[in-house]
């Protein structure tokens, strides 16, 4: 103990010390400026400050309101205007900063997600900034390292869409063309995005900026059994839609079938668990507040078991797609090692490389866990247990990027997993009087989080670059440099964000770091609803038999466990857009939409997303410096105005995707 402090000191230096030695010989020979460069000066110091600002912005609106946005796209478009700027800027340069910047974003939502958690549970009087700082860097970095075999698997042998990806790639691509005067293909490129950019941003900013209308339309009845005078029961019903043109943009991207998977997952809570427990247990007040009491309390958990088994079930099914790609990523280093001739687009940063560095951070993370449990042995557990669900839940991560979307990506879910069984194990090792039995649950979720958050977005980086012909390895150093540019900042913009407004309060209520501290404490006080996460758990055991079937008589249709999971554990208002986008999406093919309208309906969705991200971190750049949530003007009697320009939207993709 007397040297623990010292070693600690020491230790993290060296680390410091590496992380510029690594950056530097990776990319020395790569600073040149010519038009096929990938890693330039400016693509760093551009990706290195982009980072930073979408971290804090992003932080602040998880903080507010649970959910972060994806910034892939956002950081391609503000990219693309900067570096339009200089003479000898390409695609793949433009690929790079926006794959630096959106591993910052990711990161916030790693970090808000979880260590909040740690001053709600009184564990921390304040926001440690070195704190803070380690832990986002090391679980961003293990994150990142994580997605190296994973993204030959996913990637190239699963074949899964990755459906922001694919919208940041024709982003980039859009750019590129305009920027070489080419002609398109009638799909209307730049101009489209440009438009369908400026539509989104205007909805954002007159609802998120100015509150002229909700963010959602919802409403719910309650439908009573009665006996005579003697009314016997009463269940609620509710159903409503978040106002938004980038959940429509994405459910387009996935598709009908993974929209209607996604909602059907919603209606399990809203249209059986809540009504049935609502007429067994009973209700008091407004049925769309207790409807919403009752989710948030009792049937998301559904979702939380759903997702554990989920998340086993889809490890298993990737066991032999993992194993292939890391044979893959060991052949690729005996084939460069033997000077073969290997394409650019599979270079991954060397499989060798990557698990030397991993067994290096073991060492940091075993000292952040005996800092907080003293105890060597506990520690040592704590440990594995982090490294073993951080690949785990990288890989689910990963996983669901590939099916809905970063933007959807249930990372809170596999987190309070993570916590779940945490806490039980220490439960049985530390007993009901510790008072850093929950404290240290948190602090290995929290490092869970980080990562599974960053292999979820890198990996989306990563299609995006394989569509513009990047070079893998050149995109994993980049994500490690954004990673560990946000982790500087993000130390000081918690201490920032909990002095202005307190984190936890009405004001900035951190709704995901409040669940994780429900779990966690939930289990040492005998709380946690287990019932519903058993429930949920033979929910996904059906979805599985359900989805083997599927497979079995060659169904097209087939029934992921985890995307219905999402949907059970995602508030209804965000399922349901979804569902609409995909079926926008089977519609406009359906009546007979050609390839160049399909392409068209892809740059719009991207734009919608674009313009909505862009603004969405506009409006919080403001509140954040002066620390004034009412900094906007707020205007009134506009209410019906979203949900006609809502509409509008609707009309108007569909208008362009099912163009013959």
């Not at 292939?324 to 990523?329: D, F, L, N, Q």
């Not at 040492?524 to 996904?540: D, H, K, Q, R, S």
């Not at 009546?591 to 160049?596: E, F, K, P, Q």
Request: aromatic residues 10%; neutral net charge; glycine residues 12%.
């Amino acid at each position: 103990k007397i040297g623990t402090k010292k070693i600690k000191i020491y230790f993290y230096t060296c680390l410091i010390d590496a992380y510029i030695i690594f950056f530097l010989t990776f990319t020395r020979i790569n600073m040149s400026n010519n038009q096929n460069s990938e890693i330039t000066v400016k693509a760093v110091f551009l990706g290195i400050i982009l980072s930073m600002i979408l971290a804090g912005a992003n932080a602040y609106l998880g903080l507010f309101a649970g959910m972060t946005v994806s910034a892939s796209i956002p950081a391609a478009v503000i990219s693309m205007g900067v570096l339009s700027l200089f003479k000898n800027s390409n695609i793949r340069e433009n690929n790079i900063v926006q794959t630096a910047a959106s591993a910052g974003e990711s990161l916030a939502a790693g970090v808000i997600f979880t260590i909040p958690a740690l001053v709600l549970l009184g564990y921390w009087d304040s926001f440690d900034y070195a704190e803070v700082a380690k832990i986002a860097a090391i679980g961003g970095v293990i994150g990142v390292l994580f997605t190296v075999p994973l993204r030959r698997a996913l990637i190239i042998n699963a074949k899964l869409k990755y459906p922001e990806g694919v919208a940041t790639a024709e982003v980039l691509q859009a750019g590129d063309e305009a920027r070489k005067g080419k002609k398109d293909d009638g799909s209307g490129g730049l101009k489209i995005i440009g438009l369908s950019s400026l539509f989104g941003g205007i909805m954002k900013l007159f609802q998120g900026g100015f509150g002229a209308w909700s963010s959602e339309i919802a409403g719910a009845t309650v439908i009573t059994a009665s006996r005579g005078s003697n009314t016997l029961f009463g269940s609620i019903f509710g159903i409503g839609t978040d106002i938004s043109p980038a959940l429509i943009s994405v459910g387009y991207i996935v598709g009908r079938n993974i929209g209607i998977l996604v909602v059907g997952g919603g209606l399990i809570s809203w249209l059986f668990a809540i009504p049935i427990y609502s007429a067994i247990v009973g209700f008091e007040g407004d049925a769309l507040d207790s409807a919403w009491d009752i989710w948030n309390s009792k049937i998301r958990y559904l979702g939380v078991g759903a997702m554990v088994v989920g998340g086993v079930w889809s490890l298993i099914k990737l066991f032999k797609p993992l194993i292939e790609g890391i044979r893959a990523s060991l052949d690729a280093l005996k084939n460069n090692a033997s000077n073969e001739n290997i394409p650019t687009e599979e270079k991954d940063m060397p499989i060798n490389y990557v698990g030397i560095a991993l067994l290096a951070l073991l060492v940091p993370v075993f000292l952040l866990y005996v800092g907080i449990v003293d105890s060597l042995p506990i520690a040592a557990i704590l440990t594995v247990v982090m490294m073993v669900f951080g690949f785990l839940f990288s890989a689910v991560a990963a996983y669901m990027a590939g099916v809905v979307g970063s933007s959807n990506n249930p990372i809170s879910g596999v987190t309070i997993a993570t916590i779940l069984f945490t806490s039980i194990l220490l439960f049985a090792l530390l007993g009901t009087g510790s008072g850093v039995g929950a404290a240290s649950a948190i602090m290995v979720g929290a490092v869970v989080c980080c990562a599974a958050a960053i292999g979820g977005d890198n990996l989306q980086d990563l299609k995006a670059g394989q569509l513009v012909g990047a070079t893998p390895w050149k995109q994993q150093v980049m994500q490690i440099v954004g990673t560990i540019s946000s982790a500087i900042v993000l130390g000081l913009v918690l201490d920032i964000l909990h002095t202005a407004y307190t984190i936890g309060s009405p004001t900035l209520s951190a709704p995901q770091a409040t669940l994780m501290k429900s779990v966690a404490d939930g289990v040492f006080t005998g709380n946690l609803p287990w019932m519903f996460v058993y429930i949920g758990g033979l929910i996904a055991v059906a979805l599985i038999l359900i989805d083997l079937r599927q497979e079995k008589v060659g169904s097209d249709f087939r029934v992921p466990v985890l995307a219905v999971a999402v949907g059970i554990y995602l508030p209804i208002t965000l399922t349901v857009p979804i569902f609409i986008g995909g079926m926008i999406n089977h519609f406009g093919k359906s009546a007979g939409g050609s390839d160049v309208s399909e392409k068209k309906g892809l740059l719009m969705s991207s734009g919608f997303i674009t313009g909505e991200a862009l603004m969405g971190i506009l409006v919080a750049v403001p509140i954040f410096i002066s620390g004034q949530k009412n900094w906007w003007p707020q205007l009134s009697g506009m209410s019906l105005l979203g949900p006609v320009l809502f509409l509008v939207m609707i009309f108007w993709l569909y208008k362009a995707v099912s163009k013959k």
